[in-house]
Each structure stands twice: as C-alpha cells, then as structure tokens.
C-alpha cells in the first residue's frame, strides 16, 4: 500500500434524458404598464473616512500595542494573477476612495466579508475599502515586472531591437513611451497566463462535503451547484468541464446566475447569527461586493436583464434590492412583507413579489407605486416561475400547487410528498422529485406523470434538484452530483458526476526538512510536492497529532476518545489518558502534556507514566499551554465582563496571575519552540461598535511575569473564532480574516498575502525548503518558503501494489 500524489480531472459527456421541449414564446406579464417620465431616486454610496495604516513593531521594540490590520471589504483581483504582495510600512494614507457600510437590515457591508480570492488585499487594514465593481479596477502589475527597474526593462528592450538609422533622433520621451508600451505588454501576457494557470487548476469536480445545498443554471451555458462546505463548482456545456471554487467557510444556502452568466450570487449562512450575500464575478474569480445581514435570507434572484439583485428576507422590510455594484436600490414605497419570490418582465419596467401571506404585488419600478396585487394561496414553498413567467408553483401540505401569475388564481393542484422542485422557467408544468412509497426509493414527477422508483448509491437522500437542457441533475447530502436520464418506458438511470475519491489530510506538522500529515489513520512523511509520500505508521487512531522524541501524540479533536503515544523506535502503541470530551487542542511541553476540558479543567499528563500530574478544575476553559516547569497558561471566555480571558496558574501553588488585557475570548495559544519566551494568540473583542479579532503577540518575562509585554501584530474588524496560527522565529503564519494566508516577517517588518488555490487554508506550516497550507478540503498547497511563489496543490490518491 502507498500514496500517490495526483490532481484528478473528469470529463462528462452530456446526455439527453428528456426530449427538448418547444421554446415558447416569451410571455412579458410585468411589462404592461406604459414608461412615465418619472425618474427613479439615485441611491448614491456614502463617503467613509480615508483608511490609515499603523507600523507593526517588534515584540521587543515596545511594550504599547501597535497593530496591522486585514482589510476585509475590498474585493480585489484574482491572487494568482499577483503572486507576491508586499505592504509598504510606512505611514502614506491610502489614495483609494472607500465605501461606506449599509448598517441596516438591507444589508451592510460587512467588515468579516474579506474576498476569498485575493492577494491584493491590503493586511495592513483600512478602517473601510471600496467595494468595487470590477470594471471599475485596475489590474495589478505581475511581480517580475514590479522588481525590475526602469533601466533593467530599457535596456532588455533595446537587446531585442535592432539599430537604425532613424533610432538617435528619438526623444527620452517617445523613448519612455515605448519602455511603457512594452512594459504593459508584458504585464498582460504575464496576468493572461496567470489566469489561464489558474483556470487549469480548478478544473476539479468537487465532492460536496456535508451534502449538496443548492444548484442554479443559467439559460445556455452552464450551471452552479453549492454545498455545505462553501464550495461552488460550475459546469460548463456541453461537456460539463468542472470549475471549482471555495467561496465561504460557511454553507451555501440559495444561489441565482446573472442573466448574462458573469456573475453567481450566493447566500451563506451559519444558521445562526451569520447571514450574508455575496456576488462573485466568476471568471477572475473576484469577489465584487458582499453585504450582510442580521437575519435569515428566504429568496434569492435577479430582475430580467439583470440590473437587480433581489434578497427576499424574514424582516418587516421583506425585501432588498442591489445593483451590480452592491448600492442600496429604493423599488418600493412601502415594504411588501416577507418576500418569497421576486421577479421582473423582460423590459423591467415592473416587479411582481410573492408574500408569505398569499400576497401578489405588483410594482412600477420607476413610479415605486403598487399597480395591482391579488391573494392567492399563502405560505407556498420554495416557490418558482414556470411556463415563461406566466404560472407559480409551490409545495404546501402534501400539495403542489399551480398559481396564474397575473390574478392569484390556482390553476392546478397535484398531491406531492415533501416535493423538491427541478423546473426551469420555459417549463409547461411542475417537474419535481419525491420519495416513492418504497424505502430509501425515489421517483420524478412531471404534473400527474410519475416515472419508474428508482434509488441512489449509500441510501442518498436527494437535497436538491435543477431541470437542466433536457436532463434532471442532482444533488444528495452525501455531496454527489447524479445526472438522471428517462428511457421511454418511464425507468431511470444515474450518471455520477464525482470526481476520483482521495484521501483527505487531517493534520500536518513539520520537522527539518520533513513535512508529517495524517490521512485517514496514516502518518506520512513527506519532503516536497513531487515526492512519493513515506508511511510511519497505519494504525493512528485520531484526526490530531503532535511531534513527540521520536514518535507521535495522536487524539481526536471530534470525538471522546483516548489520547495515544506512539513511539517509532519500539513500534508500540500505548493510552496515556482517557478525557472525558474530545480535545480540540493539545500541547507538549518536555515530557508533559497540557489540555483543557470544557466542562472538567486544565489537564497535565505525564506521557512516560501515563499519570496526571496536575489539575485544575474550572468550566470554560478553552486552552492550555505549559510555558515553563511552574506555570500554565489558559484562556478562556470573559463572559462576566470583569475576569481577564487569560491569566497563569502556578502549577506548584495553584495561584492565579490574570494579564490585564481587554477582550472577550481569548484563544489559539501557540508558542514559538526557537524562542520559548515568545507567544501569540487570538483575542475576540465583541463591543456591538468594535467588533474585532487581534492578533496578539507575547513577550514573556520570566522573572517577573506581570511585566510581560503584549504586542497587536494583526487585527481583523470583525469576528473570526477559528483562525490558524503558526510561528517558527521571526514569522508568522496565519489565517486571520476567513480567507487565503498571512505571513509577517517580524525581523524586517514585512507583511504580505499569500496567493490561494481553490480551496481556502485551514492551517500551515514551514520545512526546509518549503511553505505548505493544509486545505479545508484536505488538499496540500505547496508554496517556495517565502510563500511568495505558489508551486502546486496535490490531493492524495489511496492506491493498491
């Protein structure tokens, strides 16, 4: 058995399933009003204050905080087109021109919305940035040309250039002209091939990990599917090519296409408190505005010719509307109630809302005055458009339900079980999926047509369902995309659109040259991307390990379970604690072990004896790092507003030291093994006016702990509680601000962005000759050890010998 590195491609040809319906004729019910000359209020962006920049210092150079901030609104160009980002240090304000946020419930801009694509932003943060459209933005210069200097550039072009006569009559400012042209050139092949790069590496049908959410097609060209996991794949015709994309860390909820197929706008949420919308233009792979919102969105769609963005919501307001650059549009006098459904003619003179209580309205977009509005069946759900605009449907208790558009009347009723629908808007009828009266068994139903039962793979349950040219493509909460086809007899057939399985990493840590991973309970070894993996051990029970002499600490950070200690040199395995919860993070110090318990305490395990050695019984404790022989340190919530969220505990005494810091939740506690006096951690501030997460950096002082001195090195406005963190002397890895890698140089106070693949980082660490990025898909990106150049993403293939 060994591991193979590879990149895996597919290749689907498309199939016919259904036959091709007649294109009816476009039926413009909303456009029957006359234009008035009445013209439409302007919703003019607010002017924020210019951004600012602050000087990250060495722990050592000051004991008062000084902080970098990770701008998180900027939507900026693709980062593979600029794979080297430096920040200047200085104190020169930002020339750019920024944006206010939208703080209501229409949907601001939020500060934790940070591009997900983008080395071009600035870590240095900006109270605010411009939420740019992309044509507004200029393309970034590649790096090769940025290094060069004027004379090196001039001087390669006139080798090339062959003498003539005409040659010394030329002025130095034609001469600079052509220097220019040529130097603009070259920066346009060189972000062309960039693009093209990176348009080769997301060539990957993605598995969908926690199930498929949501699927949108555009009319010709292609379709999205979404997933938990905040993944987005799109699928080219007639091919279906594979495009993917990580947008979010959160799931993916609803997604609508423009009309012209550019841009993909998604809804993603937690389920809890986090709601937010973003539009993406997919083809840079560049975020071009994000707002978010303070509760649960419910629709999500574009106006005909795609001038609106429509976000149905469960407030009092029911609905908002944005253009393509993200500004607030004003189309209703009065709020429509909670919105279920929005759309337009083809003219976009009128828009027509579905309300949760039956309500059909129908408004002139210009005069924002109600034309007409009819009742009809309330509390239909997921409710769409069929047969050219002209007909609704919707599902209510056991009932699928057809409304005329343009008098609320129900024009058919079908009885249906918990139906997912697939129609597309050129449909004559309702198209929907439902389970069959036999177990873990299906069917698609066609208005009073119904095909043969048919079941998937792993007893999938089928999520989501998209009538796509003339097949039904599906999605199932095991993260599979089906292509189904009908024979004429009325029986079903599956085509899996998947890619190879691989084996996902878990873990990583480094040491020298050496770079271990854990996958799937194995341990590798490995020293670059090209290399054949090395297998240490088969049998790691867990999905953490840390480096220990010459062996490993393995637990699980998911589940309750032991925590292992396994040694290479006697080939044995052996418990050395049972926790009474899962372990989310675990350190060693010497031959000991510290860990926090949630609801238990503070742990100290000896790993030869397998004793504990110390314990502190307290609830909420998040971490724990022995520092030195005497003393722990423990973070925690500050949830009474007056404990400190970090203090020390004198292992001898049991005395506790709080840190006078401000903050609610202090967390992440990693020190620096070149430099055991030095700390980071993260530091959660969750004022309603000050929401922020700060890097913070620690300077141990071990003679007399209350004069150790804190540093911000980085700070991010807006809350972010599962940053990564790694430290190796004088950098800095982290990412800080939900999207791709930071590193800071604290030795020549130098911060940058590193440029990101598909998948957005989940943690990182640092060999010999390399920078590695575990993925939240558990792909390896592999950078040069700067993390300046971007070298390859693997994903590691299980095969048989």
Same mark, same amino acid.
């Given at each position: 058995?060994?591991?193979?590195?590879?990149?895996?491609?597919?290749?689907?040809?498309?199939?016919?399933?259904?036959?091709?319906?007649?294109?009816?004729?476009?039926?413009?019910?909303?456009?029957?009003?006359?234009?008035?000359?009445?013209?439409?209020?302007?919703?003019?962006?607010?002017?924020?204050?210019?951004?600012?920049?602050?000087?990250?210092?060495?722990?050592?150079?000051?004991?008062?905080?000084?902080?970098?901030?990770?701008?998180?609104?900027?939507?900026?160009?693709?980062?593979?087109?600029?794979?080297?980002?430096?920040?200047?240090?200085?104190?020169?304000?930002?020339?750019?021109?920024?944006?206010?946020?939208?703080?209501?419930?229409?949907?601001?801009?939020?500060?934790?919305?940070?591009?997900?694509?983008?080395?071009?932003?600035?870590?240095?943060?900006?109270?605010?940035?411009?939420?740019?459209?992309?044509?507004?933005?200029?393309?970034?210069?590649?790096?090769?040309?940025?290094?060069?200097?004027?004379?090196?550039?001039?001087?390669?072009?006139?080798?090339?250039?062959?003498?003539?006569?005409?040659?010394?009559?030329?002025?130095?400012?034609?001469?600079?002209?052509?220097?220019?042209?040529?130097?603009?050139?070259?920066?346009?092949?060189?972000?062309?091939?960039?693009?093209?790069?990176?348009?080769?590496?997301?060539?990957?049908?993605?598995?969908?990990?926690?199930?498929?959410?949501?699927?949108? *097609?555009?009319? @010709?060209? !292609?379709?999205? +599917?979404? #997933?938990?996991?905040? =993944?987005?794949?799109?699928? &080219?015709?007639?091919?279906?090519?594979?495009?993917?994309?990580?947008?979010?860390?959160?799931?993916?909820?609803?997604?609508?296409?423009?009309?012209?197929?550019?841009?993909?706008?998604?809804?993603?949420?937690?389920?809890?408190?986090?709601?937010?919308?973003?539009?993406?233009?997919?083809?840079?792979?560049?975020?071009?505005?994000?707002?978010?919102?303070?509760? *649960?969105?419910? @629709?999500? !769609?574009?106006? +005909?010719? #795609?001038?609106?963005? =429509?976000?149905?919501?469960? &407030?009092?307001?029911?609905?908002?509307?944005?253009?393509?650059?993200?500004?607030?549009?004003?189309?209703?006098?009065?709020?429509?109630?909670?919105?279920?459904?929005?759309?337009?003619?083809?003219?976009?003179?009128?828009?027509?809302?579905?309300?949760?209580?039956?309500?059909?309205?129908?408004?002139?977009?210009?005069?924002?005055?109600?034309?007409?509005?009819?009742?009809?069946? @309330?509390?239909?759900?997921?409710?769409?458009?069929?047969?050219?605009?002209?007909?609704?449907?919707?599902?209510?208790?056991?009932?699928?339900?057809?409304?005329?558009?343009?008098?609320?009347?129900?024009?058919?009723?079908?009885?249906?079980?918990?139906?997912?629908?697939?129609?597309?808007?050129?449909?004559?009828?309702?198209?929907?999926?439902?389970?069959?009266?036999?177990?873990?068994?299906?069917?698609?139903?066609?208005?009073?047509?119904?095909?043969?039962?048919?079941?998937?793979?792993?007893?999938?349950?089928?999520?989501?369902?998209?009538?796509?040219?003339?097949?039904?493509?599906?999605?199932?909460?095991?993260?599979?995309?089906?292509?189904?086809?009908?024979?004429?007899?009325?029986?079903?057939?599956?085509?899996?659109?998947?890619?190879?399985?691989?084996?996902?990493?878990?873990?990583?840590?480094?040491?020298?040259?050496?770079?271990?991973?854990?996958?799937?309970?194995?341990?590798?070894?490995?020293?670059?991307?090209?290399?054949?993996?090395?297998?240490?051990?088969?049998?790691?029970?867990?999905?953490?390990?840390?480096?220990?002499?010459?062996?490993?600490?393995?637990?699980?950070?998911?589940?309750?379970?032991?925590?292992?200690?396994?040694?290479?040199?006697?080939?044995?395995?052996?418990?050395?604690?049972?926790?009474?919860?899962?372990?989310?993070?675990?350190?060693?110090?010497?031959?000991?072990?510290?860990?926090?318990?949630?609801?238990?305490?503070?742990?100290?395990?000896?790993?030869?004896?397998?004793?504990?050695?110390?314990?502190?019984?307290?609830?909420?404790?998040?971490?724990?790092?022995?520092?030195?022989?005497?003393?722990?340190?423990?973070?925690?919530?500050?949830?009474?507003?007056?404990?400190?969220?970090?203090?020390?505990?004198?292992?001898?005494?049991?005395?506790?030291?709080?840190?006078?810091?401000?903050?609610?939740?202090?967390?992440?506690?990693?020190?620096?093994?070149?430099?055991?006096?030095?700390?980071?951690?993260?530091?959660?501030?969750?004022?309603?006016?000050?929401?922020?997460?700060?890097?913070?950096?620690?300077?141990?002082?071990?003679?007399?702990?209350?004069?150790?001195?804190?540093?911000?090195?980085?700070?991010?406005?807006?809350?972010?509680?599962?940053?990564?963190?790694?430290?190796?002397?004088?950098?800095?890895?982290?990412?800080?601000?939900?999207?791709?890698?930071?590193?800071?140089?604290?030795?020549?106070?130098?911060?940058?962005?590193?440029?990101?693949?598909?998948?957005?980082?989940?943690?990182?660490?640092?060999?010999?000759?390399?920078?590695?990025?575990?993925?939240?898909?558990?792909?390896?990106?592999?950078?040069?050890?700067?993390?300046?150049?971007?070298?390859?993403?693997?994903?590691?293939?299980?095969?048989?010998?």
């Amino acid at each position: 058995m060994k591991i193979k590195t590879s990149i895996v491609f597919f290749l689907f040809l498309s199939l016919n399933i259904f036959p091709q319906e007649a294109q009816q004729p476009y039926t413009d019910i909303l456009g029957q009003e006359p234009e008035t000359s009445v013209e439409e209020q302007e919703t003019k962006p607010a002017e924020n204050p210019e951004p600012t920049e602050s000087i990250p210092q060495h722990p050592d150079s000051q004991k008062h905080d000084t902080e970098t901030k990770i701008d998180a609104d900027k939507p900026t160009e693709n980062s593979n087109a600029q794979p080297e980002q430096k920040i200047n240090k200085t104190t020169e304000k930002n020339e750019s021109q920024t944006e206010t946020a939208t703080e209501s419930e229409t949907g601001k801009t939020s500060a934790d919305e940070q591009p997900t694509d983008s080395t071009d932003q600035a870590t240095e943060t900006p109270e605010a940035e411009k939420t740019a459209h992309p044509a507004d933005e200029k393309k970034e210069e590649p790096d090769e040309q940025k290094d060069a200097s004027p004379e090196d550039t001039e001087s390669s072009q006139k080798d090339k250039t062959l003498p003539n006569k005409n040659e010394e009559s030329k002025t130095p400012e034609q001469e600079e002209i052509e220097r220019l042209e040529a130097e603009k050139k070259k920066q346009e092949q060189s972000i062309a091939d960039a693009k093209k790069l990176l348009k080769e590496r997301t060539k990957i049908p993605h598995l969908f990990e926690g199930g498929v959410t949501a699927i949108a *097609a555009h009319f @010709s060209t !292609s379709f999205f +599917a979404g #997933g938990k996991d905040g =993944f987005l794949t799109k699928y &080219s015709y007639p091919n279906l090519e594979p495009d993917t994309w990580q947008i979010s860390r959160f799931p993916i909820k609803y997604l609508a296409i423009h009309p012209k197929g550019k841009y993909i706008a998604a809804y993603e949420s937690d389920g809890f408190g986090l709601h937010r919308v973003s539009l993406w233009d997919w083809e840079e792979k560049k975020q071009v505005f994000v707002k978010r919102f303070t509760g *649960a969105v419910v @629709s999500l !769609s574009w106006s +005909a010719q #795609g001038s609106f963005l =429509f976000v149905g919501t469960a &407030s009092l307001e029911g609905i908002t509307v944005f253009d393509l650059h993200g500004n607030p549009q004003k189309l209703f006098d009065a709020p429509p109630g909670i919105v279920l459904l929005a759309a337009t003619g083809l003219n976009e003179k009128n828009i027509v809302t579905y309300g949760e209580t039956g309500r059909l309205v129908y408004t002139n977009v210009k005069k924002k005055k109600i034309l007409t509005q009819f009742i009809t069946e @309330s509390k239909l759900e997921t409710p769409a458009l069929i047969k050219n605009y002209t007909q609704i449907i919707g599902y209510k208790n056991n009932k699928v339900y057809v409304v005329k558009a343009d008098g609320g009347e129900v024009l058919a009723e079908y009885p249906a079980k918990n139906a997912i629908f697939a129609s597309k808007i050129t449909d004559s009828l309702p198209i929907w999926i439902e389970r069959s009266s036999k177990r873990n068994y299906w069917h698609l139903r066609q208005g009073n047509k119904t095909s043969g039962d048919f079941a998937l793979p792993n007893k999938a349950v089928i999520t989501s369902a998209r009538h796509i040219q003339s097949s039904i493509i599906l999605g199932t909460d095991k993260g599979v995309l089906y292509k189904m086809q009908q024979k004429p007899d009325g029986s079903v057939t599956l085509t899996e659109l998947t890619p190879e399985y691989y084996s996902p990493v878990s873990d990583v840590q480094s040491a020298g040259s050496l770079l271990y991973f854990l996958s799937e309970g194995k341990i590798y070894s490995l020293t670059e991307p090209e290399a054949e993996p090395a297998l240490i051990y088969a049998k790691a029970k867990g999905d953490r390990f840390l480096l220990y002499e010459n062996g490993f600490i393995i637990w699980s950070s998911k589940k309750t379970a032991p925590i292992y200690y396994y040694s290479q040199d006697l080939q044995t395995e052996k418990i050395i604690f049972r926790p009474r919860s899962a372990i989310t993070t675990l350190s060693v110090y010497k031959d000991t072990i510290a860990f926090a318990e949630p609801f238990s305490g503070v742990s100290l395990i000896n790993i030869i004896t397998a004793k504990r050695t110390f314990f502190y019984k307290a609830v909420g404790i998040q971490e724990a790092l022995q520092i030195n022989d005497d003393s722990v340190l423990v973070s925690k919530s500050a949830s009474d507003g007056l404990s400190s969220p970090l203090f020390l505990i004198n292992i001898q005494t049991e005395e506790i030291f709080p840190f006078t810091i401000q903050g609610d939740f202090a967390f992440g506690l990693s020190i620096d093994a070149d430099q055991p006096n030095y700390l980071a951690f993260f530091l959660l501030q969750q004022k309603p006016e000050n929401v922020k997460t700060d890097l913070i950096g620690m300077r141990i002082n071990q003679n007399k702990i209350s004069e150790s001195t804190f540093t911000v090195l980085l700070s991010y406005k807006d809350e972010d509680i599962d940053p990564s963190l790694y430290l190796r002397k004088y950098v800095i890895l982290t990412n800080l601000g939900k999207n791709s890698l930071v590193a800071q140089n604290k030795r020549i106070r130098e911060t940058y962005r590193l440029p990101r693949d598909y998948a957005l980082p989940k943690k990182s660490c640092i060999i010999k000759s390399f920078l590695i990025s575990l993925n939240t898909d558990g792909s390896l990106s592999w950078y040069s050890q700067n993390g300046k150049r971007f070298i390859k993403t693997i994903r590691l293939k299980e095969t048989d010998i």
